[in-house]
């Protein structure tokens, strides 16, 4: 399949899953993948890569055709440090290649963050988007008689990505592009064509225009809401948050409350009594480092993830006095 990262072309301690998609980390020095999709001369093309596991140290973006061939085990760095890659550096937001690095996003990438990567080899510019937002140009005037391949680096062990290159798979398109896969016209009229078995080019943005049929929304979307929730209660935690990164409109609805509820009752019912004393007095507890949850108030979805951290030890707890009247 040329929708996956290419398991020739990546390093030896960077794990494949999910049908190729899912890039891991297993060890502390930094590995690289490269996809196996590409761009060619005169194309404008994108693809996306979202966070499942931030640890630090993840550099996204493309690497030209010559510097593409054998990398396999032959460099030590990312992408971004290397003539001929361009990359975007999750802890500074900043871009680089030949390992000269400047401001651009100035934000850290958090857990489930979607960077989008665009490429267009008739101007010869590359610019990023973050969950749908379009930073800007990063580098312009790069040499558009290439091809170029995307790729990730992951510094840190147990980072985790997965790569969006193909119309089904990609959350926010980029205006002007295509992914990586896209679809040719005769490839389009057969998806068109036959909708029963297959998503068509453009996956579906809400449910009105899903019962609208104003978008390309597969059969199976088309279900009644109801039907679909109660597909939906039948799945684990797990395969509700893969359900997540196929859609926006699957996302809205594997995020539902009454999804959560029976989860996080048979969870942690028992067990977080036992293992959390008066977790009602208990006002805020940080997850990650990015932003603090109040339990009573938060979605349910990050109230499992709270919890189950808890449970893992994977926590810390802060004290919060509060004036007395």
Known sequence: SSK????????????????GREAQQTNTSTGTVLGLPSAKPGQCRYFEVQVLDNRGGIHVG????????????????GIGSYEGTYAI???????????????????????????????NLDTGCIAFSINGKVIGTAFSDIDTSQEYFPAVSLKFNKTMVIANFHPNDVLFPFEGYLPLTAFTAEQKKYHLENSEC??????GTTEAECHSGNTGINSVSQFPVEVLMHLMSFLSPKGLFKLMCTSRYFYA?????????????HSFQLEIEDRVPDLKSIEKIR?????????????LVRDYRVRLNWLQGRYVMKEKKILQR
């Open 287 to 299: 997850y990650g480092s990015a932003f603090d949850i109040v339990l009573e108030d938060s979605e």
């Open 253 to 265: 609805l594997s995020t539902q409350d009454n999804l959560w509820i029976p989860i996080l009752r």
């Open 89 to 119: 550096d999750s802890y500074a937001g900043a871009v680089g290649t030949c390992n000269k690095w400047q401001g651009y996003h100035k934000k850290k990438l958090r857990l489930e963050d979607i960077v989008g990567c665009g490429i």
């Open 62 to 77: 493309w690497v030209r055709a010559d510097q593409a061939q054998g990398w396999k085990g032959k460099r030590v760095k």
């Open 198 to 203: 297959h998503f068509q080019y453009n996956v």
């Open 4 to 19: 996956m990262w290419d398991p020739e072309n990546k390093d030896v301690f960077v794990s494949l899953n999910v049908g």
